[in-house]
């Protein structure tokens, strides 16, 4: 391990990956929605071998005592163990509560949900929504699959309907489109030696000094952003990550469907 | 006897089982029956931790269960619950008598069962899948390990339950069986039913093993001619 | 212990046991009820030197989304550490969730208790009934002995009384007897070597290569079946389970008082 | 003063001990004081698990209290609570004393206490099986501890409160006593009471503290009369 | 440790001890109210190297069956990492839990606190009181001083305002006072060979045989004891024991502001 | 601009800083700023807990974000949160760039962080703590870690946000600093902003960590002179 991430770093300070790629590429994107029936909205994300699903459930639930007139916005990652050899082995939690956090972020800040059109009756029932992100398969970058695909997912949703008389959810009657009205989108940058890379693999990961995560809105304007890693950045290193953030995030908003 | 979906007593939902489907599971696999959908990964033989599982005398095999939060209609909660611990148990008596485990003393082999997407079965596809990602994983391995579903409805076996089926039958027996060694490694039932009804039960769902045993050693087939490529 | 469970494997390939006995016999079995006070039934069994106590409880809840007019039946077993040596290293938390839950599906599926019966007030107000196992000592077949225990304990019940106006349970006054229409019975049957034995020690247990329980009712249906063990079966041998464990479910349904 | 059951004040309900109740403990005891039934069983002196917990120098004695779910009237709820943590604190508490723990360097002894039925006095009952069972086991001890509990209604000091009198004394005060040793290893109190009346109620209770003792010892007796057998 | 615990017994046995004082000395208290904001009361103190700080905070709940008309009061402690190299090495929960109870009995069984008139609808709404006892340095003695910062707190505390209609607590408008009726001291004597001492040190506690606490209420009679420690005692100690509680309960009262 | 409480856009909250105020602890701080308090106290380096965490090449560092219950006006209830575990996790981060971890190799330092009083900025309150509970500990450093959060309402750039300004304001985004290796260790931000506009929050933010250098110097100074006396 030591050793890989010593040729990465020596790679990195010639500007070169190790899988050939150029430094602000990303690796391969194959984004599909739709992917599985009991979910109001779905979507899976490939991103090189990386491999997210990203599901939307929605439920009646009871609104915060500080925001009566609003739907509730949960988002949760399971790293599921089939998906890393070292999953199982005592619990990511950390990394997972982070990945969920962030991702929940982007999205509230930016009102890409509008949650006052999620009240039913107000100071009594809401609409919860569950963003449930499940790591397939780990190879790195998971902010950006996920918050990508988290969108994707919310763009495929469909409402369930809600009958008052009997207080229940029809998940049969699936029709009235889910309010999304932005689409924020998370790009990590990470320094490796005075290298500035875009989409980390797994590999890239274990070697970085330092990651930072900047999710821009469609008007290009920035709703969250999280540094990650052990090594400080300089400001003017931070001006160039939020250069090559704005710019990379337009191109993974076109993938959206 | 007409069912909701059009189906025969005998036949089961569609079947798609494709092996590899993952990258860092040393043996995967993705199972389909109608809308239910499981997928498997494979870890091991490698290290046992805690180290204080180790078993001197053959490999320890752990099998979890686990429902994704979107896979049914009311979402799920994160964890394990005492359903998915039971079934996470009965998976791996299911699977163990197929495995030579004394040829890894100490080691451990996980299998990891994950359901995307639950109607009915999950735990009978999570099993197919397993078996699958077993022999994709390279693990030695006496013989497949298939399994269905089935129960009995006015007077009529019935394969591979479904919708309200689940709840108009006099059983709900899922079975795991090795075709080749024609024994049987998983069997619970609930239900109210006479022994010699139940007994033709069994019988219809062994007959249907021998057709998803098929599909499995196409699946591998399919991967390890990809593989050559 | 592995020297232990080859000599019990070499005994059974004659069709003998350690202790004597003869394949098809149970060890002595008492069978005890209304042995709790606090209860609202309760029943102790002794199988051999296995010991275990059942209470059933009753209290007011809200009933199940899908079941609105009808009890809630939980079924919990707890393993104390006073019942064997083994049980306080780890937990045996699997064991005792198969155990409770092959339990409650004999007595659910087989409509044992007549949950319409339970119902206080359609969708808010019904009775739950807690069956608890609890084992005091460990030595072996476990599920025929809790099994056998819950229906004696259900047989001694009597329900407490429901005070609308103040919403509380007056313990103090049980007297409607409560609704058990049926008596689903669990034998296990094991398979050593070629033998077949039922009621299997803790020794024998440890040896053991298949484990099969079948759950009678009084017709002679079968109501529940949990296969367990790591050896497979042929479907002749469990033609044969099936005849002896309906056979014996009969002998242990008479010691029911 | 006229007490509810008819009992004199200084007088405990119905005492039953037996030692020897439970096949698979190395010591055991069932302790019945009116309707509270308790049982105790020890496992050891053995290894200590998990190892870091070892003491080089002496024995590491557990002792843990539970209530089996059906034990009072509103079911208890599985699993420990902070009563029961306390309890078990002071139950190891009030036997370490009796104890020769250093004999044992290494080694572990667990004292666990059931409740099987609950009416006041469980933790007093527990302890007297705990003693007791303790003994059963062969594990060498100074003296056997005896406990009850007491309090003060109408002026007068009433021994082993049951029943509506835990609302009506001024104090509730369990009490362990070792009677050859003479000497205390557990107290605690609950109450409003004045010095001088709370002595009063403690001698009452060691009183009675020497005719449970006798019944323990019969216990005893009678277990190793009938292993002799 | 164990050679520093050999001492201190061996000063004991000459009625000394390790850091000078007395047997019958306290160390230096300090003890302030009003120390945090946020907080309907709150103290601290200052016993020595130990400090402690207790938060009163009060919320709207329900009521329990067995007492529909008073409030509810819940005592918790936390032993935070800060305060002790040993805390963070496995959980001293036992510890935490038997401090809690203990100065939860003292307050409860003296009724300082009139629960009656913390109701505010009968069987639906009441007041809950939550004492929270949070230690920042831990050199013994950790009950007395809890306890009587505990009581400091409570007579530090205004209640807030509770708005009916939007069934909610106004906690920026603190204006009625608490109902504390009476200050409970808790004092722990130990027994360190054939010496009592008070307020022992965290050295002190790791080598003594026995502890003692009682909680002494105004009128000197008693609420509350607990014996700790792994000697026995015999009758005539605890009547010493109770003489110097009892005495030294007033010295710490009058610390009370 | 006018803020609630009378300051300039860039003046924070009257601040505090105290080093050495635990006894136990090998380090400590108590920072205020405005109402908000948090105390951090060090332990380490030390070794390792358990074991097979331990690090063969550098220090193990880890943090630990705790709120008090009282600290708020709705109780907090006590155990880990996933927002606490967050806060832990770039705290962390925050702090090892200023460390020289390789120096033991093994060991584990230890940072420990609680909330007694929350009036926002809780989490730059407890790195400034940590800090100078670090330096007090008399661990290595290569720079002192300042944090503050900044804002932007009107049009201009607001520093260290408080009471309904955190609802106003475009942003909220706390920073930590390095002001001798003007390198920034911590950044995370929420709200709703160009990146021009951002970038003249950021310099805001950086020029006030200066003072709070000042400060933390200063309290170190006085630490080590009262240490003297």
Same mark, same amino acid.
């Given at each position: 391990m030591?050793?890989?991430?010593?040729?990465?770093?020596?790679?990195?300070?010639?500007?070169?990956?190790?899988?050939?790629?150029?430094?602000?590429? +990303?690796?391969? !994107?194959?984004?599909?929605?739709?992917?599985?029936?009991?979910?109001?909205?779905s979507?899976r994300?490939?991103?090189?071998?990386?491999?997210?699903?990203?599901?939307?459930?929605?439920?009646?639930?009871?609104?915060?005592?500080?925001?009566l007139?609003?739907?509730?916005?949960?988002?949760?990652?399971e790293?599921?163990?089939?998906?890393?050899?070292?999953?199982?082995?005592?619990?990511?939690?950390?990394?997972a509560?982070?990945?969920?956090?962030?991702?929940?972020?982007?999205?509230?800040e930016s009102?890409?949900?509008?949650?006052?059109?999620?009240?039913?009756?107000?100071?009594?029932?809401?609409?919860?929504? +569950?963003?449930?992100?499940?790591?397939?398969?780990?190879?790195?970058?998971? !902010?950006?699959?996920?918050?990508?695909?988290?969108?994707?997912?919310?763009?495929?949703?469909?409402?369930?309907?809600?009958?008052?008389?009997?207080?229940?959810?029809?998940?049969?009657?699936?029709?009235?489109?889910?309010?999304?009205?932005?689409?924020?989108?998370?790009?990590?940058?990470?320094?490796?030696?005075?290298?500035? +890379?875009?989409?980390?693999?797994?590999?890239?990961?274990?070697?970085?000094?330092?990651?930072?995560?900047i999710?821009?809105?469609?008007?290009?304007?920035?709703?969250?952003?999280?540094?990650?890693?052990?090594?400080?950045?300089?400001?003017?290193?931070?001006?160039?990550?939020?250069?090559?953030?704005?710019?990379?995030?337009?191109?993974?908003?076109?993938?959206?469907? | 006897?007409?069912?909701?979906?059009?189906?025969?007593?005998?036949?089961?939902?569609?079947?798609?089982?494709?092996?590899?489907?993952?990258?860092?599971?040393?043996?995967?696999?993705?199972?389909k029956?109608?809308?239910?959908?499981?997928?498997?990964?494979?870890?091991g033989?490698?290290?046992?931790?805690?180290?204080?599982l180790t078993?001197?005398?053959?490999?320890?095999?752990?099998?979890y269960?686990?429902?994704?939060?979107?896979?049914?209609?009311?979402?799920?909660?994160?964890?394990?619950?005492?359903?998915?611990?039971?079934?996470?148990?009965?998976?791996?008596?299911?699977?163990?008598p197929?495995?030579?485990?004394?040829?890894?003393?100490?080691?451990?082999?996980e299998?990891?069962?994950e359901?995307?997407?639950?109607?009915?079965?999950?735990?009978?596809?999570g099993?197919n899948?397993?078996?699958?990602?077993?022999?994709d994983?390279?693990?030695?391995?006496?013989?497949?390990?298939?399994?269905i579903?089935?129960?009995?409805?006015?007077?009529?076996?019935?394969?591979?339950?479904?919708?309200?089926?689940?709840?108009?039958?006099?059983?709900?027996?899922?079975?795991?069986?090795?075709?080749?060694?024609?024994?049987?490694?998983?069997?619970?039932?609930?239900?109210?039913?006479?022994?010699?009804?139940?007994?033709?039960?069994?019988?219809?769902?062994?007959?249907?093993?021998?057709?998803?045993?098929?599909?499995?050693?196409?699946?591998?087939?399919?991967?390890?001619?990809?593989?050559?490529?």
């Amino acid at each position: 391990m030591i050793m890989q991430s010593e040729y990465i770093m020596n790679l990195a300070s010639k500007g070169l990956r190790i899988d050939n790629r150029k430094p602000e590429d +990303f690796r391969e !994107i194959k984004l599909e929605k739709g992917v599985t029936g009991n979910a109001e909205g779905s979507a899976r994300i490939r991103m090189g071998k990386t491999e997210i699903m990203v599901g939307i459930k929605m439920g009646v639930g009871v609104p915060f005592p500080d925001s009566l007139d609003k739907g509730v916005l949960i988002v949760g990652a399971e790293f599921s163990p089939i998906a890393s050899p070292s999953f199982e082995k005592g619990p990511p939690r950390e990394e997972a509560i982070e990945l969920a956090r962030v991702i929940d972020r982007g999205i509230r800040e930016s009102k890409a949900i509008d949650l006052e059109n999620l009240c039913i009756k107000k100071g009594e029932k809401v609409w919860m929504v +569950f963003i449930d992100i499940h790591i397939l398969n780990h190879d790195g970058n998971l !902010i950006d699959a996920a918050g990508l695909a988290s969108i994707q997912a919310l763009l495929d949703a469909k409402m369930p309907e809600y009958i008052e008389k009997e207080e229940k959810v029809n998940y049969e009657k699936r029709t009235k489109p889910f309010p999304v009205k932005f689409k924020p989108v998370p790009v990590t940058v990470v320094k490796m030696g005075e290298s500035f +890379f875009i989409d980390p693999s797994l590999e890239e990961e274990n070697a970085l000094g330092a990651r930072f995560t900047i999710t821009t809105m469609d008007n290009g304007n920035i709703c969250a952003m999280q540094k990650g890693g052990v090594e400080a950045l300089k400001i003017e290193e931070i001006d160039r990550i939020f250069d090559l953030a704005v710019r990379k995030a337009g191109e993974l908003r076109k993938l959206l469907k | 006897m007409k069912r909701e979906d059009g189906r025969k007593p005998d036949e089961m939902r569609p079947l798609v089982i494709k092996a590899g489907v993952l990258k860092e599971a040393n043996g995967s696999a993705l199972v389909k029956l109608g809308k239910t959908t499981a997928i498997a990964a494979v870890y091991g033989p490698r290290e046992t931790h805690p180290r204080h599982l180790t078993r001197p005398d053959k490999a320890l095999l752990r099998c979890y269960y686990n429902m994704a939060p979107f896979s049914t209609n009311d979402r799920v909660r994160p964890g394990r619950s005492r359903r998915s611990t039971e079934i996470a148990k009965v998976t791996r008596e299911a699977l163990e008598p197929a495995l030579f485990l004394e040829e890894f003393p100490k080691a451990s082999i996980e299998v990891f069962i994950e359901i995307l997407q639950a109607d009915a079965g999950t735990r009978t596809a999570g099993i197919n899948a397993a078996s699958v990602a077993l022999a994709d994983a390279g693990i030695p391995m006496r013989d497949l390990v298939t399994s269905i579903a089935a129960g009995r409805i006015d007077k009529t076996p019935i394969l591979d339950l479904a919708g309200k089926e689940e709840e108009e039958t006099e059983c709900d027996l899922p079975i795991a069986y090795m075709p080749r060694e024609k024994k049987i490694t998983l069997m619970q039932m609930d239900g109210d039913i006479a022994q010699k009804n139940l007994r033709e039960v069994i019988d219809t769902a062994i007959k249907v093993c021998e057709q998803i045993y098929e599909k499995q050693k196409e699946a591998l087939k399919e991967r390890w001619v990809g593989e050559g490529k």
